[in-house]
């Protein structure tokens, strides 16, 4: 999915990012790529609720 991102295939790298946040909810992996997908769309909110709980979930695993 990042690869997707990074291609510039966003509509295909949100819909994938869907899928496997649908069916692993608790990966920040996936929330935190959701969360680059639409800010590179420039439609990410500041309190967008998965880009808080991605930030969360990788400072927990930093620590």
Known sequence: MRALRK???LDEAESELTEALR???????????MALVLEARET???DF????EAR???GDLER
């Open 56 to 58: 969360e979930k990788l």
């Open 44 to 46: 990410a909110d500041v």
């Open 23 to 33: 069916l692993y909810p608790g990966d920040p992996h996936s929330h935190f790529e």
């Open 7 to 9: 291609l510039g295939h």
């Open 49 to 52: 609720e998965p880009t808080r």
